[in-house]
């Protein structure tokens, strides 16, 4: 059956080489696609995880007063507690004024910025997206977003005033960030060290009022992480990512990949109705041949394992030759770190820089969903055509 499966392809080549190109293009862009896909998510991931929150958010509840004392060895007792948390990071977020003090009257004179107290030695994926390095921010410095920077015509080495919480605090801009993978959040972000922060609005340099927590996504460790919360002696509020306003990060994302998947999947599956149809042509022009082989004794049921044989070497040839193509496209796109600050390409991307994502089931997909779709669809045909006469696929010929 095999032997006869072989001399058939290459018998048939032309028509084979038809079909192999097909799957190899189908698969090819699919593959591309859903790499993209999976970069957008990556993208989204680093942004809501990494950059802007983490998976659990603590915050001091509306009746505390704002803050809560959260020092190295609370953070310490509070990992100890809540032993599904990885790490945590706190922040002190507040809302501020800026303001250009040598500024000229054709720039507005102040804009408001969210306050943003970090330690980017503690928060590397923050610093890395901000591209600075993962070290304290000076007492004195401010890092400030390149549109806030443009807004008030200040660059690093400038000195700005913010007013925050009745304080008036005079800056040096360290630097002017553009983020790898920007958002409308962090656009207004204005980042500080977070002790020297504490200190000078709350008169203790471990106050803080956000308490980020990398954490898994599940009851468990809401339950550990609510406990580990109430010893903190100040009462708090527990949400996931996906009760607080992150949420809203996602979402652009979430409807780029549905429609992406969307699309290329129906595109993929017309290709796939397509290849049957012409693999359908090729087998009714070749009756004769069954007719023959029918003739010297071959069963119906050899002939369809030698017809469904042919479609599946030919399929996997073309998946390889796709996946291949598929892997050389993807690595020279990486290769050649294609970026850009314009807006419509960051939405589209997620990032300002293109890095496509291959992943296992970028390939497996296409694969599982092509042969599936193709072997169903020719099975009908096939059985119907090897259970006929040799005369009867004579007189079809």
Known sequence: MIRLALHDVVHYRREAAGVVSQVAIGIALFVIALSFVGSIGQNADRLVFGSVGATWLVEPSADSGGALSFDAAT?????????DAESVRPRLQLTANVSNPNGSSARPESASVSLIGADLSAEPQLAENLGLPPERIGTQHI???EKTASRLGVTAGDEVSISVAGAEI?????????PDTPSFVMESWAIVDRDSLAERVHGD????????????????????????????????????WSETSWSALMLGPKIWVILLVSVFTFTYV????????LIYSAMLSRVGDLAVLKAVGARGGTLRRMYLAEVVAQFIVGYAIGALIATATVAVVNLLEVSSTDSAFAFAVGSTKLHLDP??????APFAIGLTLTVAVLWFPVHGVSKQPALTLLELR
Do not use: K
């Open 359 to 364: 992943s296992w089931w970028a390939f497996a």
């Open 205 to 240: 340099p471990d106050s803080v009022n956000a308490i980020l927590v990398d954490a898994a996504d599940d009851e468990s460790a809401r339950v550990e992480i609510t406990t580990a919360a109430a010893a903190l002696g100040t009462p708090t509020t527990v949400s996931s």
């Open 170 to 178: 005079t800056y040096t801009v360290d630097d002017v960030v553009t």
């Open 270 to 277: 017309v290709i796939c109705i397509g290849l049957t149809s």
């Open 143 to 145: 890092e400030l977003h």
């Open 75 to 83: 953070a310490e007792r509070f990992l100890s507690s809540a032993s």
